[in-house]
């Protein structure tokens, strides 16, 4: 039996952070999500929510971040700033995104003078980029006790089925989203679970069929509920969903549970709790993400 693994929830807005108070229970810091496996921690996003993993990440001593980016909107990046692993000489922080945007430049160009005072280069922290075509599958980049490196093996194109895996190796299938500029969803799975996370996505009847094969059979789906039906009629185009279709989606999948988060920031504590209320008598295994939210899978 594969060990727990164990989600955190440490942002969940839209667009933009929402400091007040009134968004302070389901929490304003913009888009993460991490996933501690056992031997490592992934975080899904970069939103500003990764400076609270980045600091549980000193406490707790952890070396290894596996950062995967859906996009380059900055909802999703702005966490990159404060993220106190990257000062730490010990640390090894691998960040994924979609290839053939040229996202590791553009990171260079945001996270560096004028926009910040220490550039990417700069820091002490090994920093290492995987640019994933929309479509691929990969084992995430573990070192194993020889010190190979397989993702980069798979990445060069060298076949995975050479190398002998232990049966608990991180899988990670990735699918293009339907969002402005594009995105990326990720599924993470082994041979026992697996979750998968379909945030800056706005379902189409294009995009059905396809997302409920990527989520067929997995224990959570976390997915992009950033507005109610009745906002998402004002917002067509701009790449988000609603709760509605992520339940329709979870049932149609048969995935065990579904995370709604990506809440639209104007959206308050109050508001949000009768949405959650909603969505729950629609499906008692739908909830609302909110920060410092552990889920065990
Ligand atoms: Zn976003
Ligand atoms: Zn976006």
Same mark, same amino acid.
């Given at each position: 039996?594969?060990?727990?693994?164990?989600?955190?929830?440490?942002?969940?807005?839209?667009?933009?952070?929402?400091?007040?108070?009134?968004?302070?229970?389901?929490?304003?810091?913009?888009?993460?999500?991490?996933?501690?496996?056992?031997?490592?921690?992934?975080?899904?996003?970069?939103?500003?929510?990764?400076?609270?993993?980045?600091?549980?990440?000193?406490?707790?001593?952890?070396?290894?971040?596996?950062?995967?980016?859906?996009?380059?909107?900055?909802?999703?990046?702005?966490?990159?700033?404060?993220?106190?692993?990257?000062?730490? *000489? +010990?640390?090894? %922080?691998? @960040?994924?995104?979609?290839? $053939?945007?040229?996202?590791?430049?553009? &990171?260079?160009?945001? !996270?560096?003078?004028?926009?910040?005072?220490?550039?990417?280069?700069?820091?002490?922290?090994?920093?290492?980029?995987?640019?994933?075509?929309?479509?691929?599958?990969?084992?995430?980049?573990?070192?194993?006790?020889?010190?190979?490196?397989?993702?980069?093996?798979?990445?060069?194109?060298?076949?995975?089925?050479?190398?002998?895996? *232990? +049966?608990?190796? %991180?899988? @990670?299938?990735?699918?293009? $989203?339907?969002?402005?500029?594009?995105? &990326?969803?990720?599924? !993470?799975?082994?041979?026992?679970?697996?979750?998968?996370?379909?945030?800056?996505?706005?379902?189409?009847?294009?995009?059905?069929?396809?997302?409920?094969?990527?989520?067929?059979?997995?224990?959570?789906?976390?997915?992009?509920?950033?507005?109610?039906?009745?906002?998402?009629?004002?917002?067509?185009?701009?790449?988000?969903?609603?709760? +509605?279709?992520? %339940?329709?989606?979870?049932?149609?999948? $048969?995935?065990?549970?579904?995370?709604?988060?990506?809440?639209?920031?104007?959206?308050?504590?109050?508001?949000?709790?009768?949405?959650?209320?909603?969505?729950?008598?629609?499906?008692?295994?739908?909830?609302?993400?909110?920060?410092?939210?552990?889920?065990?899978?």
């Amino acid at each position: 039996m594969e060990e727990k693994w164990i989600l955190q929830v440490h942002g969940v807005r839209g667009s933009a952070p929402a400091a007040e108070r009134e968004f302070l229970t389901y929490g304003g810091n913009t888009s993460c999500i991490s996933l501690d496996y056992g031997r490592g921690v992934l975080a899904f996003d970069a939103g500003t929510g990764l400076s609270g993993l980045g600091r549980r990440m000193c406490d707790k001593n952890i070396k290894r971040a596996d950062i995967l980016l859906s996009h380059l909107h900055m909802d999703h990046l702005s966490g990159l700033f404060g993220f106190l692993p990257f000062y730490d *000489p +010990e640390a090894e %922080i691998h @960040i994924y995104g979609r290839a $053939g945007i040229g996202f590791p430049e553009y &990171l260079h160009l945001l !996270v560096g003078r004028p926009f910040w005072p220490v550039g990417l280069k700069e820091v002490p922290a090994r920093i290492r980029f995987h640019e994933i075509e929309p479509g691929q599958s990969f084992a995430l980049a573990e070192k194993n006790p020889a010190g190979k490196d397989p993702a980069e093996k798979n990445l060069a194109g060298r076949n995975p089925a050479e190398e002998k895996e *232990p +049966e608990n190796r %991180i899988q @990670i299938d990735t699918l293009p $989203g339907n969002h402005p500029g594009g995105s &990326l969803l990720y599924r !993470v799975r082994t041979a026992e679970k697996s979750v998968v996370y379909a945030l800056d996505c706005e379902m189409s009847e294009e995009m059905v069929d396809a997302l409920a094969d990527f989520s067929t059979g997995s224990d959570l789906l976390i997915w992009d509920a950033a507005f109610t039906p009745r906002d998402l009629e004002k917002h067509k185009g701009w790449g988000h969903s609603t709760w +509605e279709q992520g %339940i329709a989606l979870r049932r149609r999948a $048969g995935a065990k549970a579904a995370l709604m988060t990506h809440f639209s920031q104007g959206y308050t504590d109050g508001f949000l709790q009768q949405q959650e209320q909603l969505a729950r008598e629609a499906d008692s295994a739908a909830c609302f993400a909110r920060e410092g939210m552990v889920i065990r899978i």
